[in-house]
T-cell receptor, first 112, second 117 residues
């Protein structure tokens, strides 16, 4: 089955710094890939997704590229804001599988 | 907007009690899911349902059961609550896979934080 490895947090950055959160996965098929974000006190919401190799998902200044050859889907943002402080989850969904497999989550703290 | 509503944000129960967590979605989605979220472990799938009265075990079903009598509602049941079931519980829904990969997105409720004393 699937497994997901995310970099451990917390990641603490100053406002306007560059962000990378690494994610690698294993899958038996050809998965769709997702990043979800959880703001304090809330449920998860979709941040971005990619459904085939070399696709780039993007939203709110965040980007991630589906790298099939390295089985990675790293999340990046050029300039973080305090409002980006949250927990970020990488989640592949294998072909034919209904459920997502979640990484352990990476907490991002952005300081003014 | 898709709305997934969990009936309680916080619950406190005693060991041995029977506990019901309720989830309702308003988008006519076929699939519904229950996850639990624990620090350092991410989200783990307990059960999911792909149709009314249909269910499948996830990765950690022990100690839980589910019920889906109507398409919009999916209940998680703790038959006899134990302290190791203290956790955050998240419900999610998604459309049928035939909607296509680009639309096959899971939508989450706000979560129920359950404490078992």
């Amino acid at each position: 089955g699937n497994s997901v490895t995310q970099m451990e947090g917390p990641v603490t950055l100053s406002e306007e710094a560059f962000l990378t959160i690494n994610c690698t996965y294993t899958a038996t098929g050809y998965p769709s890939l997702f990043w979800y974000v959880q703001y304090p006190g809330e449920g998860l919401q979709l941040l971005l997704k990619a459904t085939k190799a070399d696709d780039k998902g993007s939203n709110k200044g965040f980007e991630a590229t589906y790298r099939k050859e390295t089985t990675s889907f790293h999340l990046e943002k050029g300039s973080v804001q305090v409002s980006d402080s949250a927990v970020y989850f990488c989640a592949p969904r294998d072909t034919g599988r209904r459920a997502l497999t979640f990484g352990s989550g990476t907490r991002l703290q952005v300081q003014p | 907007d898709v709305k997934v509503t969990q009936s309680s944000r916080y619950l406190v129960k005693r060991t041995g009690e029977k506990v019901f967590l309720e989830c309702v979605q308003d988008m006519d989605h076929e699939n519904m899911f229950w996850y639990r979220q624990d620090p350092g472990l991410g989200l783990r799938l307990i059960y999911f349902s792909y149709d009314v009265k249909m269910k499948e075990k996830g990765d950690i079903p022990e100690g839980y059961s589910v019920s889906r009598e109507k398409k919009e509602r999916f209940s998680l049941i703790l038959e006899s609550a134990s302290t190791n079931q203290t956790s955050m519980y998240l419900c999610a829904s998604s459309p049928h896979y035939l909607a296509g990969a680009s639309k096959n997105i899971q939508y989450f409720g706000a979560g129920t934080r359950l404490s078992v004393l």
